[in-house]
């Protein structure tokens, strides 16, 4: 049982290492002619929109997969669902490591497809965690390695990308492409430890449906229940707040102060440092003390003056340190909104309404990406002040509509019960 514990926590490392590792090398391929890949004449604003493309790739067939991912777990098992999604991510590393040999830009542009469609290998390894679980405590200690995972990803990503990728730390060794050879044997290794110590606990025989519509109606169904679309509108403009800053850290950095792979790669470590903080000190004390809404809102706000820092930065260290209460901020607000999500819906409809939260969650990605992609082109800063604007309309939901009767219970203290 403890191996399978380990299995399913080194799972949920290398799922979210993928994006910190990748994003900042993405950045140095399409806006550094020097990398060798793009023409040396392209402008800021095609190669802004290159990496816009390649973001959104990621997330819009992400979003696209979350249904039948998912169903796909509850029909073949958890053990076949991981290996399933581990292995299309795999397949993902070693075509982005093809891509770069032959600069091919169309080859990455499927390497992100591949990877974001099968990115379930976390809310699955959270599920299996569940599974393993015999009561709520072991539950709450199993959840926390699925959090210490996520936040031993967010500082392993950026630290291979920035470490393998620059020749000023470890010579000549060093290459654009040897972060995702690294990735991809990390990759592998879960598959085995996956395959050799975990094993489902219960027999799934679920019917498989595959039908690409299945997302839409998900979302669709969201209009009978109040109080979900209630959240869920906050959630999709909290989520474009932050994750319009986020992906766009890299890009700013290279653009305003010349930084290159190290330099991109230690933002992104700066901010998974801070969420891993938040994550394993600061959530539990501030739940117990204050309102999921107010920790929600508090943290919202944090988030929008945090981007107003970023931007307003006049060195990279004053840039850095602004990252710092931006993911402490985040990392305070996620749990408490996923709570409101659980809290809105009954025991029989959680695996639907965490449905509806990761799809929100990824089509809001996908859509700044491409937003703020087109808008490149008027400056380094236009991704941070949609951002910004979607950390103001969720502020806005949140005081119209979370104050509704049926939203009392959903957004109240964290003892409350749903």
Same mark, same amino acid.
């Given at each position: 049982m403890r191996m399978a514990r380990f299995a399913l926590t080194w799972v949920v490392l290398v799922d979210v290492m993928g994006q910190g590792l990748a994003f900042p090398i993405f950045n140095t391929l399409v806006t550094d002619p020097s990398a060798g890949f793009v023409q040396?004449?392209?402008? !800021?604003s095609a190669a802004g929109m290159d990496y &816009? /493309? %390649? /973001?959104?790739a990621f997330f819009l067939t992400w979003f696209m997969g979350v249904v039948i991912i998912s169903r796909l777990s509850d029909s073949v098992g958890r053990r076949w669902g991981i290996l399933i999604c581990l292995g299309g991510a795999f397949t993902g590393y070693v075509l982005t490591i093809v891509a770069v040999f032959i600069d091919s830009f169309a080859l990455l542009l499927i390497s992100r497809a591949i990877t974001g469609f099968t990115a379930g290998t976390q809310p699955i390894a959270q599920a299996a965690m569940v599974d393993l679980s015999t009561n709520e405590n072991e539950k709450a200690r199993n959840m926390g390695l699925i959090t210490l995972g996520i936040s031993g990803g967010l500082v392993a990503g950026p630290l291979i990308g920035g470490v393998f990728s620059d020749k000023s730390l470890i010579g000549d060794i060093a290459t654009l492409w040897l972060p995702f050879l690294i990735g991809g044997a990390l990759n592998l290794v879960a598959m085995i430890f996956v395959f050799v110590? @975990?094993?489902d606990r219960k027999t799934y025989h679920a019917p498989l449906r595959v039908n690409p519509l299945d997302i839409f109606r998900l979302l669709w169904e969201v209009k009978d229940h109040p109080a979900v679309m209630r959240v869920s509108?906050? @959630?999709f403009f909290f989520q474009l707040s932050l994750l319009g800053a986020w992906i766009f850290i890299a890009t700013y950095l290279t653009d305003t102060f010349g930084l290159k792979t190290g330099g991109t790669s230690l933002g992104m470590l700066v901010f998974g /440092?801070?969420?891993? @903080? !938040? &994550?394993v000190v600061l959530v539990g004390p501030v739940t117990a003390r204050f309102p999921r809404w107010a920790i929600v809102a508090a943290a919202q706000v944090g *988030? *929008? !003056? &945090?981007?107003?820092l970023f931007i307003g930065a006049q060195t990279p260290l004053i840039a850095y340190v602004a990252l710092v209460p931006m993911a402490v901020c985040f990392g305070l607000a996620y749990p408490a909104i996923l709570t409101v999500f659980s809290a809105t819906a009954g025991e029989d409809r959680q695996g639907w309404v965490m449905g509806v939260q990761t799809a929100l969650a990824t089509l809001s990605a996908g859509s700044v990406s491409l937003l703020s992609g087109e808008l %490149?082109? %008027?400056g380094p800063r236009a991704p941070f002040y949609v951002a *910004?604007?979607?950390g103001v309309i969720a502020l806005l939901i949140m005081a119209m509509f979370w104050r509704a009767p049926t939203m009392r219970t959903p957004i109240g203290s964290a003892s409350a019960q749903p």
């Open positions: 040396q004449n392209i402008t !800021a &816009s /493309v %390649l /973001v959104a110590w @975990f094993h509108g906050a @959630f /440092v801070g969420l891993g @903080f !938040a &994550s *988030i *929008i !003056a &945090s981007i107003a %490149l082109g %008027l *910004i604007l979607g």
